[in-house]
T-cell receptor, first 117, second 111 residues
Framework: DVKVTQSSRYLVKRTGEKVFLECVQD?????MFWYRQDPGLGLRLIYF???????EKGDIPEGYSVSREKKERFSLILESASTNQTSMYLC????????????????FGSGTRLTVV | DAKTTQPTSMDCAEGRAANLPCNHS???????VYWYRQIHSQGPQYIIH???NNETNEMASLIITEDRKSSTLILPHATLRDTAVYYC????????????FGSGTRLSIRP
């Protein structure tokens, strides 16, 4: 079964810590995405990547950075965690190459619930 | 990508068909309609997508009106496990752009 795997289900970090959220996909997808989800605000896109070493800002990139050194791995970095970054973080991937391989739908991970105290 | 409008919430009796509507009156010719759902505490899950013809898979059916300005997702025999938030999204198939999630419809299945 194809998967997007997020390294942690629950995470508690202190204010000011540098936090790494890891995401790995085994579908050879070109595109990868990081969203956060908050009550009343829905899913909001933080960053996305079309290819290795490429990244694009989403709607709310402030306070975050990303790294994509390998095609299968997309890391979200909180340089200095703050309490307003307490949220559910969701990683997704999709195929966007040539041809008609699949529906180009997104496959999501199970999410990482991050609490910053 | 075009915006969509969905009811905030709906309910349906277990075993009956759940029909979830979506309006996308500004959809353009190269945009597909996608449906996802999110069960509590899980990531969103792809359900189905279509361009202009009706589509059916093992999870659901998608009915798109002839003018493509609205669509309906049909869960033919709803179960308690179908309780979730359902998102209707339109985006160009060939676009590498991101998905924008709206508020979705919270579907409750009653026993």
């Amino acid at each position: 079964d194809v998967k997007v795997t997020q390294s942690s289900r629950y995470l508690v970090k202190r204010t000011g810590e540098k936090v790494f959220l890891e995401c790995v996909q085994d579908m050879d997808h070109e595109n990868m995405f990081w969203y956060r989800q908050d009550p009343g605000l829905g899913l909001r896109l933080i960053y996305f990547s079309y290819d290795v070493k490429m990244k694009e800002k989403g709607d709310i990139p402030e306070g975050y950075s990303v790294s994509r050194e390998k095609k299968e791995r997309f890391s979200l970095i909180l340089e200095s965690a703050s309490t307003n970054q307490t949220s559910m973080y969701l990683c997704a991937s999709s195929f966007e190459g040539q041809g008609n391989r699949g529906s180009r739908s997104y496959t999501f991970g199970s999410g990482t619930r991050l609490t910053v105290v | 990508d075009a915006k969509t409008t969905q009811p905030t919430s709906m309910d349906c009796a277990e075993g009956r068909a759940a029909n979830l509507p979506c309006n996308h009156s500004t959809i353009s010719g190269n945009e597909y309609v996608y449906w996802y759902r999110q069960i509590h505490s899980q990531g969103p899950q792809y359900i189905i997508h279509g361009l202009k013809n009706n589509e059916t898979n093992e999870m659901a059916s998608l009915i798109i009106t002839e003018d493509r300005k609205s669509s309906t997702l049909i869960l033919p025999h709803a179960t308690l496990r179908d309780t979730a938030v359902y998102y209707c999204i339109v985006r160009a198939y060939s676009s590498a752009s991101k998905i924008i999630f709206g508020s979705g419809t919270r579907l409750s299945i009653r026993p």
